[in-house]
């Protein structure tokens, strides 16, 4: 990487096109008196679309983001959002990112159109374009007749609805969300993972998603980020960390003993595993003799599919954990830099 | 027929036959003007302004803006009132009414500086403020100008309403500049009075998110030290007893057991008070009095609640700007501290 | 035997039932409470864990009331949802000082174990407010083993742990609920639920809507169709051998294969293969879509 990581000083800077990553970071550090080291070295490049951060405990990750945003200094290292210099370019760099932070932010006594177009004066908006967006974002992210009543009253999920509309309402082209779904029961997190997810997709905005939940990363992320002690641990799409196997997974309501018995007869080497079988998988003709065997049986098939590697997997301290005994060994992957 | 909308990050993907249209409402790109930190600090600014006077909050928050503003105005209405009736101007411009003027400052401020600052603090909305394109110091500063302009309406309107009560009823145009001359000095004293209650009382109100916690240690600071000072005052001065010649008007009886003296007078004793050099000092316990200190070195002449500052007039100026320089230093160092993303 | 009972339980405050008419049992393992916001799942836990008293109905723990009954103590420990912790002691500090509270014979020694149990041995000495969210979650838990209960109560536990700490106190969880243990879990990240309890108790608007295994509970719900995604050699085809038996009411083609509709779930599933094997259709894929916890629950919270 020996291209310069941002545009030079007076340049301007904004789309980011296919190639260049939305956040970049070259050896950053970031230490306290302590001594506590928040970043070591960290380097990570992320791409457009919707990318996933995870495992950073809370001073990493808070860290990393006040200095992306050009509000701390780091110890060393470099550091770049959107192509521009976070130290150099902080202004401009908040002007295009917006931030919905982790914790309760807003005010009780006033309206959610009244916050989010004042927060829009806030991100340089004229008086008029801050009201419409306003407006927009309200409406984009589900809030209808509600956003003239005092953000006091509002429920939990409605709250993180307007702490994301007031991010939008700058039009970003980065948006960081810090645990969106905390506090918010499995409809609300539903309809927020959704929510999310059509922004990556139809609004043109990259996303980066600070959360602990894997499973939720794994349902509308592109990528991943994994920071562990201030290091890069590792950064990949999911699809690569969730690779299917050549290991076939089948579940049977009821005659699991029979099926493992039928599948041994037929030479696949079957073994069991929780409530399903696995064998593994050498060639379509697995899915053919297992077909036949369930057939044959008249058993009751309630899933058939090949092994995915997880995310979860990543911290798991023991490679080739209890949770995935695959038949034949499996090398652990090295830690790689995406 | 099948339509396509093809909405992707805002493109217009209008669909339409003679039949029907339909629009598209995705997702829009803003690509107007952006304007910069100067603007987002005045829109932030007139903000807080109308905070400070309970604009766009509801009823109940104009109450004390409102109560304090018609009080305050009181004596350039009775002013006008007396000067219609052709008699002198009441109330001067540099004092105006100067124990009035310092409870419906000490009222303002304490209720509404936690407006400004202590609403936003106990909701932890800075983050918000600080991950856009302003700079950590640009909050306090936006803050400071409205309420210094909120405090400073306050004061010198009432002042302007006095002059404009007076000229109004004078005829020569030597009388009207006379008013004139006399009214500037006033303003400047309005305008410290302006600037160092709303830095004070920002500062004071900046310390907690809790409006009771606020809107109480501001009043308290004032009120005390406002009291303390006129006791010490009143203690320090010490008694002085002077002979004086007294010529009773004619008819009237003499004065019992009065030695005579030249020319038909006679003697009395009168017992005056006389400042110390401590009176002269304990002035800068309170910021008002402090403020008056200022004037009078400044060659303020109307009588105020200092009874003259001797030779320490400097030292008045300096405590001024002590008093500044902290308030300032002490909102600096809070929002240094405060947000943490 | 510590099994937690609920009998009939109601509890109201003036006009607002918060918790309606409740009898359930939660025996030894793993059983995850689940609700929407506000549908009473705090209550019942404040009702076993004491705190609160029954308007109606009894709650008991291994047999004895909770309400006013500190015995209850020795037998239950509870990790509540808010920030419970003196943050200006450290962290061995807290749990030993409950330790002493629960007046153990062995309080050091306790609360040694304890601390180890949850991994903060190396964070012990520090005081509670340079803790990380899910630091504190630990030692909260540490507090509430340290008299080794039999029952244990978790209020979103897992509130603010990153990734490796979450997989730490499920395999704990999942250990001490195989030792016999009774273990009450109210969370709202069902995938975690999914793997951690064997049964949840699923309460909406103050009524337990359903008990039990969540596979069955789906089983139950026969009106709703089951629904399928089968990826084969060719959809169509298997898709219209489907469509022609009984057990099976629509068939989709969809970009990630035939998503088919299935009123009687028992018998496609045992039709299924043996269909496609008549026509030499090979199969690739079968997935239940609407069998997990997230669809179960979904579907009680919404009738």
Same mark, same amino acid.
């Given at each position: ?59 990493? +990750? ?21 192509? $521009? ?45 801050? +009201? ?26 409605? +709250?993180?609805?307007? +702490? ?5 309402? $700058? ?9 969106? /779904? ?148 499996? /090398? ?7 | ?341 | ?303």
């Amino acid at each position: 990487m020996s291209a310069p990581l941002t545009a030079r000083a007076g340049e301007p800077f904004a789309e980011p096109d296919r190639g260049t990553p939305v956040i970049e970071t070259r050896a950053l550090t970031k230490r306290y008196p302590g001594p506590v080291t928040a970043l070591d070295a960290l380097t990570v490049r992320v791409e457009p679309g919707i990318t996933g951060l995870v495992g950073a405990n809370g001073a990493g +990750k808070s860290t990393l983001i006040k200095i992306l945003l050009g509000l701390l200094e780091p110890t060393g290292g470099q550091a770049a959002v959107l192509g $521009g210099d976070c130290q150099r370019d902080g202004e401009r760099i908040r002007a295009l990112t917006g931030y919905m932070p982790e914790h309760d932010c807003l005010p009780p006594d006033v309206t959610a159109t009244e916050f989010v177009t004042h927060l829009g004066r806030m991100s340089g908006l004229p008086p008029t374009a801050a +009201k419409e967006r306003a407006a927009e974002s309200l409406r984009h992210v589900g809030l209808y007749e509600e956003r003239y009543r005092q953000i006091g009253t509002y429920s939990t999920g409605m +709250k993180q609805r307007v +702490k994301l509309a007031q991010a939008l309402v $700058g039009d970003p082209r980065l948006l960081l969300l810090d645990e969106p /779904t905390v506090g918010l029961d499995p409809a609300g997190r539903g309809s927020m993972l959704e929510l999310i997810a059509r922004i990556g997709a139809e609004f043109g905005i990259s996303i980066v998603v600070a959360s602990h939940l894997l499973g939720e990363i794994e349902r509308i992320c592109d990528h991943l980020v994994a920071i562990e002690a201030g290091r890069l641990l590792r950064a990949d799409t999911i699809t690569s960390m969730t690779q299917a196997s050549q290991v076939l997974l089948i579940e049977v309501d009821e005659g699991t003993d029979r099926l493992l018995a039928e599948l041994a007869r037929r030479g696949l080497e079957p073994r069991a595993y929780e409530r399903a079988v696995l064998v593994r998988l050498d060639g379509d003709e697995t899915y053919d003799a297992v077909r036949d065997a369930v057939a044959d049986l008249g058993l009751p098939l309630n899933r058939l599919e090949q092994r995915r590697r997880r995310v979860e997997e990543l911290f798991r301290d023991t490679q080739g954990s209890q949770d995935d005994p695959m038949p034949g060994s499996q /090398t652990p992957e090295a830690s790689h830099v995406g | 027929m099948s339509v396509d909308q093809g909405s992707r990050g805002g493109s217009s993907g209008l669909a339409s036959t003679e039949a029907g249209v339909i629009h598209d409402i995705g997702y829009r790109r803003y690509t107007g003007r952006r304007l910069g930190r100067a603007q987002i600090i005045r829109a932030l600014f007139w903000h807080s302004l109308r905070s400070a006077y309970g604009l766009g909050r509801g009823a109940k928050a104009k109450i004390v803006p409102v109560f304090t503003f018609v009080i305050m105005c009181l004596p350039a209405i009775v002013n006008a009132v007396v000067i219609a009736r052709g008699q002198p101007r009441l109330v001067p411009y540099d004092t105006y009414a100067n124990q009035l003027r310092v409870v419906v400052m000490i009222i303002f401020i304490a209720a509404q500086a936690p407006e400004l600052v202590s609403r936003d603090l106990r909701s932890h909305v800075l983050p918000l403020y600080f991950c856009r394109p302003l700079r950590r110091m640009d909050y306090p500063v936006a803050k400071l100008a409205a309420f210094i302009t909120a405090c400073l309406a306050l004061i010198e309107i009432p002042l302007l309403l006095l002059y404009v009560g007076t000229v109004a009823q004078v005829h020569s145009g030597s009388a009207v500049w006379a008013q004139t001359r006399a009214l500037i000095p006033g303003l400047l004293v309005g305008l410290m009075w302006a600037v160092l209650l709303a830095a004070i009382g920002l500062a004071l109100a900046s310390m907690s998110g809790r409006r009771a916690y606020a809107t109480g240690s501001i009043a308290i600071y004032f009120f005390l030290t406002w009291i303390l000072s006129g006791i010490l005052i009143a203690v320090t001065q010490r008694n002085v007893m002077r002979t004086v010649l007294i010529k009773p008007p004619p008819g009237a009886p003499a004065p019992p057991g009065a030695p005579a003296g030249p020319g038909g007078t006679f003697q009395a004793h009168v017992i005056t008070q006389v400042p110390t050099t401590a009176t002269h000092l304990v002035g800068l316990v309170s910021p008002f009095t402090t403020l008056d200190g200022v004037r009078q070195w400044l060659g303020g002449t109307s009588t105020g609640p200092v009874p003259g500052v001797g030779s320490y007039g400097a030292l008045y100026g300096a405590m001024l700007l002590v008093l500044i320089a902290a308030s300032l230093g002490g909102l600096a160092s809070r929002y240094r501290k405060a947000s943490t993303l | 035997m510590s099994d937690i009972e609920l009998r009939s339980v109601s509890r109201w405050y003036g006009n607002v039932v918060a918790v309606n008419d409740i009898t359930m049992t939660v025996g030894e393992g793993v059983t995850g409470l689940l609700g929407p916001n506000g549908a009473g799942k705090s209550t019942v836990l404040h009702l076993i864990a004491g705190f609160l008293a029954p308007s109606r109905g009894e709650v008991t723990v291994g047999g004895r009331p909770t309400w006013r009954n500190p015995g209850i103590y020795r037998t239950v420990g509870l990790v509540p949802e808010r920030d419970s912790v003196y943050a200006f002691l450290t962290g061995a500090e807290f749990v030993l000082a409950t330790a002493k509270l629960h007046e153990l014979a062995d309080p050091a020694g306790a609360a040694s174990r304890a601390i180890a149990i949850v991994d903060m041995a190396e964070a012990q000495d520090r005081r509670i407010s340079t803790y990380s969210k899910g630091m504190r979650q630990r030692i909260k838990v540490a507090a509430a083993l340290v008299h080794d209960p039999q029952v244990l109560l978790l209020d979103e536990p897992f509130n603010g742990m990153d990734p490796r700490q979450r997989l730490h106190m499920m395999d704990l969880l999942t250990r001490l609920g195989a030792e016999g243990r009774t273990i009450l879990l109210s969370s709202h990240i069902l995938e975690e639920v999914e793997q951690l309890a064997d049964t949840i108790q699923v309460i909406v608007s103050g009524r337990l809507a359903a008990s039990g295994d969540f596979r069955a509970i789906r089983r139950l719900m026969t009106s709703r169709p089951h629904v399928f995604l089968v990826r084969s050699s060719d959809d169509r085809l298997l898709g219209s051998a489907l469509i022609g038996r009984p057990a099976v009411t629509g068939v989709e083609l969809t970009t990630g294969g035939l998503q088919v509709r299935a009123s009687d779930f028992g018998a496609f599933s045992r039709e299924l293969a043996g269909l496609a094997r008549d026509r030499s259709i090979r199969l690739r894929e079968l997935l239940p879509e609407d069998e997990s916890l997230e669809s179960v629950f979904a579907y009680l919270v919404e009738s």
